[in-house]
């Protein structure tokens, strides 16, 4: 097993039994702007070391690049300093990524914004594009608070990785 865990967390005693064929990346992330680029670069070493095409890491980078923005810029406004934790899984052609932050209860898919897609771009109410794009690139999204943190669930259904 491909097991990675940039942040030094212990696995998971009630997890279930590992998938010999499964990569994991586990990573801890503060609320800062600067994270988006080690997010980014952490995706990018993840999707080669499974063979992912750069079509689905750009795919991924790009969801969680938006929602990474959107925690930072928004769900943290006492301005202490926060961490969220994402973790990805990739097993049998399904690329799983799990946002986990203490910010106040918010589920994105049913409290954002719907975005406004017509019209002309500056004149459009900023808001909502960031959800739309998640959902368009992946194929399953998911919501739940899970005690005192709120939990993104991202899926890709993977054909077969490139080699």
């Not at 194929?139 to 077969?160: F, P, Q």
């Amino acid at each position: 097993m491909n097991t990675t865990a940039a942040d030094g967390a212990a696995p998971n005693a009630n997890a279930s039994p590992p998938n010999p064929s499964a990569h994991r990346l586990d990573l801890t992330l503060a609320n800062e702007s600067s994270e988006i680029a080690r997010l980014a670069e952490a995706v990018e070493a993840f999707g080669e070391t499974c063979g992912l095409s750069l079509g689905d890491v750009y795919k991924l980078n790009l969801a969680l690049d938006e929602l990474l923005t959107n925690l930072i810029d928004y769900a943290f406004p006492d301005g202490q300093r926060h961490s969220i934790e994402l973790h990805l899984t990739f097993a049998d052609g399904r690329l799983a990524a799990e946002l986990c932050d203490d910010a106040a209860p918010f589920d994105p898919l049913t409290q954002a914004k719907p975005p406004v897609l017509d019209g002309p771009l500056d004149e459009r109410p900023i808001g909502g594009l960031g959800v739309h794009f998640v959902r368009t690139l992946m194929d399953e999204v998911s919501y739940r608070r899970d005690g005192a943190h709120n939990r993104l669930t991202l899926i890709k259904h993977i054909a077969a990785p490139a080699r």
